[in-house]
């Protein structure tokens, strides 16, 4: 029995709304008894766990959201109550703005909460008891971080077969350029239930950093990832008719480039190097070909244009022979990404531990 289990949630992935959002409105005072009415309830974001964006999608189409009105000022009750306040379930991992891009939150943690559209007044004598409506805005809910792992490869370097093979889900794939036109968010279950989630993105193409092809929207999908999983054809690929042909390590060199054009410290993320499709005809001199050019990449970066070299050499943590196809490597890969998750985990733990103990040092100074 394998020691690794897998599956894949698979499905349309959202990674922004815009949200309607309108406090409820005030209740009406009563003026011969001085009475007030309730206030109007709030609308809120909430950060819940398991919860996505697509959900929230899905279960308001219409997306909009409004809290209750305040109970009007009676006889029996003078003071009203307050109207029923309206909450957005969002994933962790939110940014919420209002529509001109100011940031209204970061919410980062189960249970983080921001006030988006306050509700009304009620009615009182210093309104001549007429209540006030609720606030009304539209607000966007963006992701900041997608997933553990981003797939980085271009078109046909065999990214969804991979997340095929590691995750035994069935997308479907063609064997033209961008194959995946949105993103998709596969689950990967190891045996002691650790999940670790793999998003595979949109083709890359170069040029991408000018937003040719899905370049903007790719390179943003890629920036909100912990780390980089590069997915190169060991025997190199070209794109197109009149596009140059491009070897495994030509690849690389512009996979980094194209992300260090778009936000000079993408590179700089953690990344492992899956080198795929080792089942073809010469694919062991091939691969072995790239680990020396891997070495001293600067004594080959005259195979590549000027413009295209990048400014700093990338050191994988591993660098994983694999056929999505026949499942060699498989295993060994999925070993490789745990280690490197739990080395970035257990090195955030550390630095927190030492930073909390400089701060109680610094206290008792």
């Given amino acids: 029995m394998s020691s690794l289990l897998s599956f894949l949630q698979y499905g349309n992935f959202v990674d922004n709304l815009r949200l309607y959002v309108r406090g409820g409105s005030g209740g009406m005072g009563l003026p011969r008894l001085g009475g007030q009415g309730g206030k109007g309830g709030d609308v809120w974001v909430v950060a819940q766990k398991e919860m996505t964006l697509k959900r929230v999608k899905d279960k308001y189409p219409q997306k909009r959201f409004i809290a209750g009105v305040g109970t009007n000022s009676s ?13 957005v379930l969002a994933p962790p991992g939110i940014t919420v703005t209002n529509d001109d891009g100011k940031v209204l939150s970061e919410l980062n943690t189960e249970g983080d909460r921001v006030l988006v559209a306050r509700g ?3 009615g009182s004598y210093h309104s001549e008891f007429l209540p006030s409506k609720g606030q009304t805005r539209q607000i966007r809910l963006d992701l900041k971080l997608i997933a553990d792992l981003g797939l980085v490869g271009f ?30 968010i596969g689950k990967v279950m190891y045996e002691d239930h650790k999940q670790i989630s793999v998003a595979d993105l949109p083709g890359l193409i170069e040029g991408a950093h000018m937003n040719r092809g899905m370049g903007h929207q790719f390179l943003k999908h890629v920036e909100r990832t912990r780390q980089l999983l590069f997915v190169v054809d060991v025997c190199g690929f ?28 993408l590179p700089c ?26 070495l001293n990449p600067h004594e080959f970066s ?4 000027d413009d295209m070299v990048p400014k700093n050499n990338m050191v994988f943590r591993h660098v994983v022979p694999i056929s999505a196809a026949t499942g060699f490597g498989i295993a060994h890969l999925k070993t490789c990404i745990r280690q ?6 257990s090195m955030s733990s550390n630095y927190s531990g030492v930073l909390m103990i400089h701060t109680l040092h610094k206290d008792e100074q």
């Fill in 340 to 345: 490197s998750l739990d080395k970035d985990a």
């Fill in 302 to 305: 005259h195979l590549l244009p």
């Fill in 269 to 294: 993320k953690p990344a492992v190097l899956v080198v795929n499709k080792m089942d073809l005809p010469d694919a062991e001199d091939k691969l072995t070909e790239l680990q020396e050019q891997l």
């Fill in 120 to 122: 009304g007044q009620g």
């Fill in 155 to 184: 078109p046909n370097a065999g990214k969804s077969s991979l997340l095929t093979a590691l995750s035994h889900a069935k997308p479907q794939i063609a064997s033209y350029a961008f194959t995946t036109l949105r993103p998709e």
């Fill in 238 to 265: 070209q794109l197109a008719s009149k596009t140059p042909f491009r070897s495994a390590f030509e690849a690389v060199q512009l996979l980094i480039k194209e992300l260090e054009l778009y936000k000079e410290d």
């Fill in 75 to 87: 006889v029996r009750a003078l003071k009203g109550q307050k109207g029923e306040d309206q909450e």
